[in-house]
């Protein structure tokens, strides 16, 4: 059974930095497509950022130059490093692992970023 852990969530003051991780479980992570996305209250879920297994990126244009996706297979985590965030990244945000293999998706609970102006 796959299962995506993420933590890191939290509130903070705009100009603040978090760091969002996200642990895999129940599949092969190192051959997955890994990513975030993120809901704001009465909006739609929008991708954030995504990396290959390649280390192949893509980034919303609205966090490009603020957030950087990482990925560690050893420890079948994906991070994301939020930096200059601003009121508007406040939504809860998802982990999601597309197995190229398969073509099944999964999420994770989500965690709430909050950030305060």
């Known amino acids: 059974q796959v299962q995506l852990v993420e933590s890191g969530g939290g509130l903070v003051q705009a100009g603040g930095s978090l760091r969002l991780s996200c642990v895999a479980s129940g599949s092969t992570f190192s051959i997955n497509v890994v990513g975030w996305y993120r809901q704001a209250p009465g909006k739609q879920r929008e991708l954030v950022a995504r990396?290959?297994?390649?280390?192949?990126?893509n980034y919303a244009d609205s966090v490009k130059g603020r957030f950087t996706i990482s990925r560690d297979n050893a420890k079948n985590t994906v991070y994301l490093q939020m930096n200059s965030l601003k009121p508007e990244d406040t939504a809860v945000y998802y982990c999601?692992?597309?197995?190229?293999?398969?073509?099944?998706?999964?999420w994770g609970q989500g965690t709430q970023v909050t950030v305060s102006s």
């Open positions: 990396v290959s297994s390649g280390l192949s990126t």
């Open positions: 999601n692992m597309w197995s190229p293999a398969t073509r099944d998706a999964y």
